[in-house]
């Protein structure tokens, strides 16, 4: 059985913490691991080989340090150059083993869900085997415990031909109303759509090629004409950019005659919301869900997650306040789901705060926005030990660099020098230039930029040991 962990998402849904750059499977929301960590943790168990990854190539240097942070071992990562849904991603997934001769099971799994009972998990997924070794289409329900209306449902039905405890699918339904959803769970017969799946690879691709053709010719193409580097699979953007959008559940489940449901009841969250984030967390006397500095009084089922400032909530029911650096989101509970019409909103501005947070992460490290006027912005800049930011130069601005801790390499034209603790340096418009971390301890500086345009893509690169490209580059510290 191999994992195939799907890590894509747009971060929308919880932001302001969740951006496009940083989606939510990336962040430690319900304890110290990430949600992408805990999901590949939870699958070191017999039989189980290592995950084969599906990502983003924007998230590709994320997942390679959540990976290192934790020792995570991994078969491949398949990096696609935008989304193209859930059918898409498995089908190339499924394509890869194939051409290598393989045709093991694939447990298709999102990297942002929360399972809290383990043995259940694993139990489940013993009696989905079952199933799939015998050409089944399994699908992993939630049993319906309350009248949801964010989740969609699966019509369930009995079946004698299939192994003791699974069941047949009869049909999906859409996000009811409250009214259809409450008779839904009463009559005992819908699931939650856990949007988690157990088949083996040749029958998903028999699957789609039957029903999505297209989806599945373009698949084909593409990896076809993917570049390899070790052990990434960079999928050919031309070619992807021209498969249709579509889930596993629209392209293949709610089409084969093969779909039958596993009973999945293992403490499952998709912490699709921030009143998911509220349900999974312990909560003080009064109902109440903090992080970080706050202070919280004469409230009731308020959740408040403080990011540096000091936040206090007073007299609230039933009120959601996240705050970042750069933005603060305040909503009820019942109108969280809002969060992401917002999100499209500021997108249609061309606002910053929906891509990335002021701290951006690097292959090198990380830089944080102090502050920024007309002419002027002030940077931290952090690089790992043994890490060296790309050789480049500005056209508009010039830079001066101060070493807070740790020691910089630094080359300016045909100078290589370095520069400690409070040491300092200019780098003058058109110089070619490059930062390096020579030490191993974090190298910290301060980076102020001064000039006519401060624009990221006021840059040539020259070289690169990540194998950037051109069109990707931004400025000295987000290179």
């Known amino acids: 059985m191999i994992p195939v962990i799907l890590s894509g998402g747009s971060g929308s849904r919880l932001w302001p913490l969740s951006r496009k750059q940083f989606p939510k499977q990336f962040l430690a929301l319900t304890g110290e691991d990430t949600l992408f960590q805990q999901t590949i943790k939870r699958l070191r168990l017999p039989g189980m080989q290592p995950p084969l990854l599906v990502c983003n190539q924007e998230h590709r240097f994320i997942v390679q340090e959540q990976l290192k942070e934790q020792q995570l071992e991994t078969q491949a990562t398949l990096l696609e150059p935008f989304g193209r849904n859930t059918a898409p991603a498995v089908a190339i997934a499924a394509m890869k083993l194939l051409a290598e001769g393989r045709d093991e099971l694939l447990l298709i799994l999102p990297a942002d869900h929360v399972l809290d009972d383990q043995p259940a998990f694993e139990a489940a997924l013993q009696l989905a085997g079952k199933a799939a070794e015998r050409g089944e289409m399994v699908l992993f329900g939630i049993p319906a415990s309350r009248p949801e209306t964010g989740y969609g449902y699966i019509r369930s039905m009995p079946d004698d031909s299939l192994p003791r405890g699974v069941v047949r699918v009869q049909s999906f339904v859409e996000k009811p109303d409250e009214t259809r959803a409450r008779a839904f769970v009463e009559s005992g017969d819908y699931f939650w759509n856990s949007g988690m799946f157990l088949f083996r690879a040749s029958r998903y691709l028999e699957e789609l090629k039957q ?219 058109t110089s070619v230039h490059r930062l390096s971390n020579p030490g191993k301890i974090p190298l910290e500086i301060i980076e102020v930029q001064s000039g006519s345009y401060l624009g990221e893509d006021d840059i040539e690169r020259l070289e690169d040991i990540y194998g950037r490209s051109q069109a990707t580059a931004l400025s000295v510290v987000a290179s």
């Open 211 to 429: 029903y999505d053709a297209d989806i599945y010719d373009t698949c084909l193409l593409a990896l076809e004409r993917s570049r390899v580097e070790d052990d990434l699979v960079l999928i050919d953007a031309a070619t992807f950019e021209c498969c249709p959008d579509n889930s596993i559940d629209y392209a293949v489940m709610e089409k084969t005659r093969r779909a039958c449901l596993v009973p999945l009841d293992a403490g499952w969250n998709d912490v699709g919301s921030w009143s998911s984030i509220w349900d999974v967390h312990a909560k003080d006397g009064n109902g109440n869900v903090t992080k970080g500095d706050v202070m919280v009084h004469n409230s009731r089922n308020c959740l408040v997650h403080g990011n540096g400032k000091l936040v206090s909530v007073i007299g609230l029911d039933d009120i959601v306040v996240v705050e970042t650096k750069d933005a603060m989101m305040i909503a009820h509970r019942d109108h969280v789901q809002d969060v992401k019409t917002v999100v499209n909103q500021l997108d249609a501005q061309g606002r910053s705060e929906t891509q990335n947070h002021c701290e951006v992460y690097r292959p090198w490290g990380s830089y944080d926005s102090v502050d920024m006027g007309g002419r002027f912005q002030v940077k931290h800049i952090s690089v790992k030990p043994g890490a060296t930011l790309s050789l480049q130069m500005h056209h508009h601005r010039a830079e001066h660099w101060i070493v807070v801790s740790g020691t910089a390499e630094v080359t300016c034209d045909d100078k290589v020098f370095l520069l400690t603790e409070n040491q300092s340096t200019y780098i003058p418009m």
